[in-house]
């Protein structure tokens, strides 16, 4: 079966959602279904390129954000380490209008008329389940089952 995951959040980030794209990815390839990933968000610095040989599924990233982690002083412990990790997120949040180019580079990320049995779209932001049901609209992308996960 071939099976398209559309995610904001995937591995190496730190997030519930992240998990479970991945995970779901990972263990439908195990069943031997053929999955694509297209992951919205990167990690500055993490090394894609080793990381795609290592798993068995085809990850496109769209390259629409990137989030660089804060490292940790040797002085500030690690709850308030988490704590400047949360406020850096929120402040990013609400403070850019990165999540309407989102949007766009998912309905531009397919070119061709793609076709899947399975296609599952992990919100949150609620830009991806926009930017997917644009492709199904504009019939970019077709799939027998469609499953937004919010």
């Not at 904001?8 to 263990?27: D, S």
């Not at 990933?37 to 795609?52: K, L, M």
């Not at 180019?101 to 992990?122: G, P, T, V």
Request: contains cysteine; charged residues 25%; aromatic residues 14%.
């Amino acid at each position: 079966m071939k099976i398209v995951i559309f995610t904001a959040y995937f591995k190496p980030l730190l997030t519930p959602r992240a998990f479970r794209a991945f995970e779901l990815a990972r263990e439908f390839s195990r069943l031997g279904h053929d999955v694509t990933v297209y992951n919205a968000i990167t990690r500055q610095g993490f090394d894609y390129e080793s990381f795609r040989k290592e798993i068995d599924f085809r990850l496109v990233n769209l390259e629409c954000l990137e989030f660089a982690e804060v490292n940790n002083p040797i002085n500030e412990s690690k709850s308030l380490l988490r704590i400047k990790n949360r406020i850096i997120k929120i402040l990013y949040y609400f403070t850019t209008n990165s999540w309407l180019k989102l949007l766009f580079k998912i309905r531009n990320s397919i070119q061709d008329n793609e076709s899947y049995e399975l296609l599952i779209s992990i919100g949150l932001p609620f830009h991806i389940h926009w930017g997917v049901s644009e492709l199904l609209k504009k019939q970019k992308i077709k799939a027998l089952c469609a499953v937004a996960d919010y």
